[in-house]
């Protein structure tokens, strides 16, 4: 059996569509679906969470 994502490790993604990007750190597959395990920071403090796939899209990385 083979478990396929559309993220890889390190891709930047925007969770829901909206401002807050982080980073991908795992990945966790279920039957029906399979969940990202997602870092950032807020306000200082680093933030990780499992997302479900379908809330990630893929972000642009700003280069300044």
Known sequence: MTFESK???GDLVAIDGGP???RVI???FHPHAH???VS???NGDVV???LGS???TL???SRK
Do not use: I, S
């Open 7 to 9: 993220f890889t490790f």
């Open 20 to 22: 807050v990007a982080g």
């Open 26 to 28: 795992g990945f966790c």
């Open 35 to 37: 969940q990202v395990q």
């Open 40 to 42: 950032w920071w807020n």
């Open 48 to 50: 990780e969470k499992w």
């Open 54 to 56: 379908f809330r990630l």
């Open 59 to 61: 972000a642009e990385e």
